[in-house]
Nanobody
């Protein structure tokens, strides 16, 4: 089993910044991919940014140039730096890991979610 613990959400004014973190622990042999999703009330969960092992990051069009995803494999942690935040960025943000265990099986795990509210 793998556990994900998120931190860093909160209330910020438009134009402000926040940094989200998500640390994984447990039975991890290899991390295949890390990503951040978000879900606003009444909307479906959507991909915000993702990064694969050895690959380039990808971003939703709505956050390109403002958000940066990065990973620290040594710490099994993924970060999301969010700058120039807008009210429409308000949502619950979830981290997502695809992890291969020592038996070669790959599973998908989700964090508990952290609220990001952008409001004046």
């Amino acid at each position: 089993q793998v556990q994900l613990v998120e931190s860093g959400g909160g209330l910020v004014q438009p134009g402000g910044s926040l940094r989200l973190s998500c640390a994984a622990s447990g039975s991890i042999f290899r991390i295949r991919a890390m990503a951040w999703y978000r879900q606003a009330p009444g909307n479906q969960r959507e991909l915000v940014a993702g990064i694969t092992s050895g690959g380039a990051p990808n971003y939703a069009e709505s956050v390109k140039g403002r958000f940066t995803i990065s990973g620290d494999n040594a710490k099994n942690t993924v970060y999301l730096q969010m700058n120039s935040l807008k009210p429409q960025d308000t949502a619950v943000y979830y981290c997502n890991f695809k992890v291969t265990n020592d038996r070669g099986y790959t599973f998908e795990y989700w964090g508990q979610g952290t609220q990001v509210t952008v409001s004046s």
